[in-house]
Nanobody, 127 residues
Framework: QLSLVESGGGSVQPGGSLRLSCSTS????????VGWFRQAPGKEREGIAC????????YYSASVQGRFMISRDRIKNTLELEMDNLSPEDTGVYYC????????????????????WGKGTTVTVSS
C-alpha cells in the first residue's frame, strides 16, 4: 500500500527558510505527478508547487514563485520543498501529494488528479 509522510515543519521567523521532505513507501520517480499543497487558515487547500513527469517545467503558484522550489531526490527517495524568504502569509498546513495512476482524459495542469496524500505538516511563520 502506497503512502506519503511529510516532515520538516515547524516555526520560523519572517525572512527565514525551511525545507520540507516527503518520504514514500513507493518510488518517488515512478509517480506521474508530484506536488505540494498548502491550506492556510480559513482558506481552501491550494496547489503551490507541482510537477508532472516527462521533463515538464514545475508549476508554482504566484504567491510562492521565486521563493519555493520543488524537487525529487531519487537517492533519498523523497520529494523536497525548499522554502526561502518566508512570510506570515506562508503559515498553514503543507501536504505532499502524488498522481500514481494514468489519467485517461489527460492532465491539464501539474497539480491535477492527485490521488495519494500525506497527512500534512504545519508551518508557522511569525515574529
Amino acid at each position: 500500500q502506497l503512502s506519503l509522510v511529510e516532515s520538516g515543519g515547524g516555526s520560523v521567523q519572517p525572512g527565514g527558510s525551511l525545507r520540507l521532505s516527503c518520504s514514500t513507501s513507493g518510488s518517488i520517480g515512478d509517480y506521474y505527478g508530484v506536488g505540494w499543497f498548502r491550506q492556510a487558515p480559513g482558506k481552501e487547500r491550494e496547489g503551490i508547487a507541482c510537477q508532472s513527469s516527462g521533463g515538464y517545467d514545475p508549476y508554482y503558484s504566484a504567491s510562492v514563485q521565486g521563493r519555493f522550489m520543488i524537487s525529487r531526490d531519487r537517492i533519498k527517495n523523497t520529494l523536497e520543498l525548499e522554502m526561502d524568504n518566508l512570510s506570515p502569509e506562508d503559515t498553514g498546513v503543507y501536504y505532499c501529494a502524488a498522481r500514481t495512476r494514468t489519467v485517461v482524459v489527460g492532465v491539464s495542469s501539474a497539480c491535477a488528479y492527485m490521488d495519494l496524500w500525506g497527512k500534512g505538516t504545519t508551518v508557522t511563520v511569525s515574529s
